[in-house]
């Protein structure tokens, strides 16, 4: 079944490819699926040359992950020829691979039919926090519909994924399902209320599961060069791959100024060498990593010295005890009966 949005998809024309820029109209309406409804689709966002490059580039990322991973293992780990950050999850795997030619061109970090449509709903001073890739292998479950982030606290979203197509990405090897049209602008009160969270990816979630049947889905097809930009509150799951080739689209991350995203490490994706390699474009998305006048960056470095700490022999005991404890204690009082 096709997607029965796809009148709403954007084909990008022979003259918007040309001067690299949607058309006005197509900007506008862009930006107000993707504000109203979710997601939208940009088809032909990417030159076709440039994706055989980065398929043929991931293509061999992708062997050397899998011959230097730890089938034991379901932790990062790093690949050992081209030093990729990995982890696999129930033939799920994310590859976070180091931002070197052809991965670090601008059509895939700062895409010039996408970056105006995150600028109007960002604000110019976005950042990007990861580029990895959604690699859906065969034996992968069908998710819970889950969300990408918190619930959001006011009107405005705090990011956007964008995921391009490197491959056919179709209805035949795991799309993407998603549940458009406002899951993304739900508040989170009377959610927490009832217990029910919308954060459970690989794990049975039947209560949200038994929820979003009371609303329609669709699976999102795409094709080797299209964009999907979503936004990351959007109810959404991974559907089964049954091909033996994995299925694989690049999944990056980008978040408004003002907000810390906490997941994900950016330096898997840039050290201080890559940086000076991208173009003002790309240094502008990651710049936050190495300037210490930003708060992003001290929030950064904060977060990953907690999180090394964490891993330490003796004293990552008691921390991991003291974080299990503080979560027991916001629980318990998020879900304490309500007397009203």
């Not at 998710?143 to 606290?153: C, K, T």
């Not at 669709?218 to 979503?230: F, M, P, S």
């Not at 091909?243 to 201080?272: A, H, Q, W």
Request: charge should be positive; proline fraction near 6%.
């Amino acid at each position: 079944m096709e997607d029965p949005h796809i009148s709403d998809n954007i084909t990008i024309s022979e003259e918007e490819l040309g001067s690299a820029t949607l058309s006005t109209t197509n900007q506008k309406l862009a930006t107000m699926l993707l504000h109203a409804r979710g997601y939208v689709v940009l088809r032909n966002a990417v030159p076709k040359d440039l994706i055989q490059k980065i398929r043929t580039e991931f293509t061999d990322i992708y062997q050397d992950c899998e011959e230097s991973r730890d089938t034991k293992s379901t932790a990062a780990q790093t690949s050992r020829r081209k030093k990729a950050t990995f982890w696999e999850k129930k033939a799920r795997m994310r590859i976070c691979p180091r931002l070197e030619a052809p991965l670090n061109d601008s059509s895939i970090l700062a895409n010039p039919f996408v970056t105006p449509i995150l600028s109007e709903l960002l604000g110019q001073r976005f950042y990007c926090r990861y580029v990895s890739s959604d690699t859906c292998k065969n034996g992968s479950i069908l998710q819970a519909p889950h969300r990408d982030i918190e619930f959001y606290r006011t009107r405005k979203s705090y990011g956007y994924i964008v995921n391009v197509a490197i491959m056919d990405c179709g209805l035949h090897n795991g799309p993407i399902e998603v549940w458009p049209g406002g899951s993304h602008l739900w508040k989170g009160d009377l959610f927490k209320k009832y217990r029910m969270e919308p954060n459970v990816q690989d794990g049975a979630n039947p209560l949200i599961e038994n929820f979003a049947k009371n609303f329609v889905s669709t699976k999102v097809a795409l094709t080797a060069g299209d964009i999907l930009i979503r936004d990351p509150g959007m109810w959404h799951r991974g559907t089964p791959n049954p091909c033996d080739e994995p299925r694989t689209m690049l999944t990056i991350g980008y978040y408004r100024r003002g907000y810390f995203y906490p997941y994900n490490d950016p330096y898997c994706n840039v050290d201080k060498a890559i940086f000076e390699t991208l173009d003002p474009c790309g240094q502008k998305l990651f710049e936050y990593c190495f300037r210490p006048t930003s708060v992003l960056y001290w929030r950064l470095q904060t977060q990953l010295a907690f999180t090394a700490l964490e891993q330490w022999p003796i004293l990552g005991a008691p921390l991991r005890w003291c974080v299990r404890m503080i979560w027991r204690v916001r629980l318990s009082r998020l879900f304490a009966p309500s007397h009203v």
